[in-house]
């Protein structure tokens, strides 16, 4: 099995309920990203697939969540936009952009500081 990693970032703002007195207060965080592909079959060329087209469609997630309130976005009207829900939206927003069927993204893990992250791994 291979694994590729591209990490990427993004800064945003949200607004918790339901955790911590402090957390549900608005604030923000500047994201670091980091996603997983893997595979267990190289192309021709050698490569499981290009970096650049992980980047690309990493940037075009990164887009709907650069500098926003991320309790507007639809995905999260309902539920906590949690370091754990941001991990799996972009999991689910990663897979559906990869075009292979043999490469699965396999985490995502969100920092929302040098010191906590969240994981979410990918069945």
């Not at 990203?33 to 990164?62: C, P, Q, T």
């Not at 936009?81 to 396999?106: C, F, G, H, W």
């Not at 500081?113 to 990918?122: E, F, K, L, V």
């Amino acid at each position: 099995m291979y694994e590729l990693k591209v990490i990427s970032k993004f800064a945003a703002a949200h607004q918790l309920s339901m955790v911590t007195e402090k957390c549900e207060n608005l604030h923000g965080h500047n994201w670091r990203i980091e996603v997983y592909v893997a595979g267990s079959k190289l192309n021709e060329w050698g490569v499981l697939v290009d970096f650049g087209e992980i980047k690309r469609h990493l940037s075009d997630v990164m887009d709907i969540l650069d500098h926003k309130f991320l309790n507007d976005i639809n995905v999260f009207r309902d539920i906590n936009p949690s370091s754990e829900n941001i991990a799996k939206y972009i999991a689910d927003q990663m897979q559906s952009r990869l075009t292979d069927p043999s490469i699965r993204v396999s985490r995502v893990r969100v920092w929302e500081s040098d010191d906590a992250c969240a994981t979410y791994i990918t069945q």
